[in-house]
């Protein structure tokens, strides 16, 4: 199966960018099935449920979210109805909606998707996400029901998500780290056949300060005080994340590579 993460789409840039480049991206990678995380599509803060439609309208087969889920309050609602739309399954036990699951790929067999928030360097405590993330892997066992298993740990650790990585080794297709908006160079194939990015970065405007109006977080940080509200850069959006083609089989991953399309990264060129 061939599958496609992008990581955190950041504002209008983001959103733009998912719309104008997704149908060409599915069609060249000839994708079975495409996950974006839109935890930030929204002026950088959650994710509207118009937005969400958006976004799935483009041709996200899953959106994940992140520790911003429910920044947008009608998203509190909205993902009851959208069950295309996955929150953290650490963030409550009071959110609404649902933190694993089983999707149909476009080749129709099924996919799991999940996601976990991690401990480390974050704003609020949330619970464990080992301890989370167990009973999913346990009653999804890869190459069972669900063809391919997607982890997106959602942290600021680096060292947490390497972590999660080895833990989920052999029991998920993908794990992939979202929540930075650097992507990471460290996409591989870990012993067990799980492929493996610690950070898949954002889609957005790469001239900025991890997304947004580089003006106002360099005063913060220059002079420590706040003047004005953050604001998502406007400028053209990059497309980055990861493909991972998996063994219908067995789940796992035969395939890595890193994504990025369009704006201001460069992709390697000889
Ligand atoms: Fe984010
Ligand atoms: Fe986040």
Not at 147 to 174: F, I, N, P, Q, W
Not at 240 to 251: A, L
Request: glycine letters at 10%; aromatic letters at 6%.
């Amino acid at each position: 199966m061939k599958i496609m993460f992008l990581g955190d789409v950041m504002g209008r840039a983001g959103r733009r960018a998912i719309c104008e480049n997704l149908p060409r991206l599915r069609t060249e990678w000839r994708l079975d099935f495409i996950v974006i995380n839109g935890e930030n599509a929204t002026s950088g803060m959650g994710l509207s449920g118009a937005h969400a439609k958006t976004l799935l309208d483009a041709g996200a087969d899953c959106i994940t979210l992140g520790d911003h889920a429910f920044d947008q309050k009608d998203m509190l609602q909205f993902i009851e109805q959208e069950p295309r739309v996955i929150r953290p399954l650490n963030f409550s036990k009071a959110a609404p909606g649902k933190g694993a699951r089983l999707f149909a790929a476009r080749n129709g067999r099924k996919v799991l998707v999940t996601q976990v928030l991690g401990q480390v360097f974050m704003k609020r405590p949330f619970d464990d996400p080992f301890s989370a993330i167990e009973p999913v892997l346990k009653t999804h066992p890869l190459g069972g029901q669900a063809a391919a298993v997607l982890v997106d740990v959602h942290c600021e650790a680096t060292s947490e998500k390497m972590a999660l990585g080895h833990y989920c080794d052999g029991r998920a297709s993908l794990v992939v780290g979202t929540h930075t908006h650097v992507p990471t160079a460290d996409a591989m194939v870990l012993p067990k056949g799980t492929g493996y990015l610690t950070d898949a970065g954002m889609c957005g405007d790469y001239h900025s300060v991890i997304g947004m109006q580089k003006d106002e977080p360099l005063r913060r940080f220059i002079t420590g005080m706040p003047k004005e509200r953050f604001t998502p850069a406007t400028g053209e959006a990059t497309l980055s994340g990861v493909y991972v083609e998996t063994d219908d089989r067995t789940g796992k991953t035969v395939r890595i590579a890193m994504v990025r399309d369009g704006g201001l990264l460069q992709t390697a060129a000889p």
